[in-house]
């Protein structure tokens, strides 16, 4: 687990401003989603704090330490993408151990941390397997998988369960909750669905034209007049 302070964070693409100064506080072991319309700035203020999108203005901390000049591997975050940006060539095994192998992990290790994700992720039977190999869920399972054994201090899924049909997308959701409250990360997760921001979570930031118009649980966000 690990807090997030972000700090009147802005963000330009050339002379736009898209990212207004935002400002979050995140506890240890919170779950925030961040909800608003297609293109308020949910992604580029998640990829921000994951060091794939440069700062413009302002600050982040992660457990207490600035990142801003951080690269995304030294900042003790792990990502889980919408299009679930795996391997093609790899195996599900190879897939989950890659972080691993760059982090100089023993074999040992590697396959103990693998071994683990893949029984939680409900993954073991198909650990030979090739993504193209995997149904939806079960890739989204792997992408999952990959940021578990990295056991980062905090968490980032953007849009993860877009892609999936609606059945999968409610058991995924429970999944993901599971996941976060047992291995006790800090999460951020960008999505534009409601039901998942209201199930999934502890506080709620909602973004509207690179502002967070609002900041708090899902019953005073949801539950007013
Ligand atoms: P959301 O995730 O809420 O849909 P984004 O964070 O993707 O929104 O985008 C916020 C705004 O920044 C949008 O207006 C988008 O067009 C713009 N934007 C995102 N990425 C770039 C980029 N690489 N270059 C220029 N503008 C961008
Ligand atoms: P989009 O918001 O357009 O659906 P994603 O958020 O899924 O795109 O991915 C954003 C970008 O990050 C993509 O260009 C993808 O190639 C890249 N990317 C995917 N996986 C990783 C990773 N593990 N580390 C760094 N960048 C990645």
Request: with cysteine; aromatic share 6%.
């Amino acid at each position: 687990m690990a807090t997030i302070s972000i700090k009147n964070i802005t963000k330009s693409y050339g002379k736009t401003e898209v990212i207004h100064g935002v400002s979050l506080d995140v506890a240890d072991g919170e779950f925030i989603v961040i909800v608003g319309p297609s293109g308020c700035g949910k992604s580029t203020l998640l990829r921000m704090v994951a060091g794939l999108e440069r700062i413009t203005g302002g600050t982040i901390e992660i457990g207490g330490r600035v990142v801003n000049d951080l690269e995304p591997r030294e900042r003790d975050i792990a990502m889980v993408f919408q299009n679930y940006a795996l391997y093609p060539h790899m195996s599900v095994f190879d897939n989950m151990a890659y972080g691993l192998k760059i982090a100089n992990k023993s074999k040992d290790e590697i396959r103990e941390r693998v071994g683990k994700a893949a029984r939680m992720l409900q993954l073991e039977p198909y650990l030979e397997r090739k993504p193209r190999a995997l149904s939806g869920g079960q890739r989204q399972r792997v992408a999952m998988g990959r940021a578990l054994v990295r056991d980062p201090a905090v968490f980032l899924f953007d849009e993860p369960l877009s892609n999936l049909d609606a059945k999968l997308r409610v058991q995924m959701r429970l999944e993901i909750k599971e996941m976060q409250r047992s291995v006790e990360t800090t999460a951020l997760y960008v999505t534009h669905d409601q039901v998942e921001a209201m199930t999934l979570a502890d506080r709620l930031v909602v973004m509207n034209g690179g502002v967070a118009e609002q900041i708090d649980t899902p019953m005073a966000v949801y539950d007013r007049p």
